[in-house]
């Protein structure tokens, strides 16, 4: 089993930066690919960015093409979600996930979520 907790969400007005942060514990023997999803009130949930278990990977959606950035710290269990240059449509829960496969796919594990709110 692993856990994943998502820290660093908050309230920022457009045009700001926040760092998601999703550390992982338990069996971290495996390391796994890690998505970022997001999900809007009324809407489903959505895919925002993915990174192999190495790092040198790394995939994003068309909406957060050169404002976000995925990496991770393989030594502290961690992935980071740099997010720059917000947009009030980037208002959302963001929840990280592991999955054993690059590109992601079988999502095993899933946290519990952190609020993003960009102000106009």
């Known amino acids: 089993q692993v856990q994943l907790v998502e820290s660093g969400g908050g309230l920022v007005q457009a045009g700001g930066s926040l760092r998601l942060s999703c550390e992982a514990s338990g069996r971290t023997s495996i390391v796994y690919a890690m998505g970022w999803f997001r999900q809007a009130p009324g809407k489903e949930r959505e895919f925002v960015a993915a990174i192999s278990g190495s790092g040198g990977r790394t995939d994003y959606a068309d909406s957060v093409k050169g404002r976000f950035t995925i990496s991770r710290d393989n030594a502290k269990n961690t992935v980071y979600l740099q997010m720059n240059s917000l947009k009030p449509e980037d208002t959302a829960v963001y929840y990280c996930?592991?999955?054993?496969?690059?590109?992601?796919?079988?999502?095993?594990?899933w946290g519990q979520g952190t609020q993003v709110t960009v102000s106009s």
């Open positions: 996930a592991a999955s054993a496969y690059y590109p992601l796919r079988q999502l095993s594990y």
